[in-house]
């Protein structure tokens, strides 16, 4: 059915801007007027960064192989556009939260780090940092592998015969991961 409305005309304006870069920010105006009357509508656009999560430096490190024993630091670096507050930050070892307590001596650093002390072989496992911002989440991780050997005797003294009152001097040395 026909429209009883003759006056249904409009003119409909839409702008694309693919790949909007910095350049792209300000205010936008759309006006539209006829013979009645004009009205304005301004549009705010502000493009941002988006925020990305790396672990180490080298993004092609593709994973992590401590001695056991040792302390491990793991930071958590995030570059993210001032305008995008970090509302949180998580770590995950095979996908399952990284909680204070338990057996373990873990540390969660301010700068959003987590620190292992005396890292074992249960440690080993994939790890990933996940930074939810108000406006976009991402995550960065790593495989980690813990290196453990059973202990060697590298060196020793000989079996020895002395006579009473004499010094003995016996000789042990061994190597093992943890030492």
Known sequence: SQSENPSNDYKET????????????????????NNV???????????????????FEDEDQASLVIPA???????????NDEM??????????D???????GEDIIDFGMDGSITIF???????????C??????DQESAEIPLEVLVNAPVIT????????FSGTTIVLECIGTGIPE
């Open 118 to 128: 005396n890292v074992q072989k249960r440690h080993e496992g994939q790890y990933k």
């Open 14 to 33: 839409t702008i694309y801007i693919e790949k909007a870069t910095k350049s792209h920010e300000g205010v936008y105006q759309c006006v539209a007027k």
């Open 130 to 135: 996940t930074v939810t911002t108000v406006l």
């Open 84 to 93: 995008n507050r970090i509302t949180r930050i998580l770590w995950t070892k």
């Open 95 to 101: 996908n399952q939260p990284i909680e204070v307590g």
């Open 37 to 55: 009357g004009t009205v304005v509508k301004n549009y705010h656009v502000r493009v941002l960064k988006r925020t990305k999560v790396s672990i």
């Open 69 to 79: 024993g040792q302390k491990l630091k793991l930071p958590c670096k995030v570059e």
């Open 155 to 162: 060196q020793y003294s000989k079996d020895q015969f002395i």
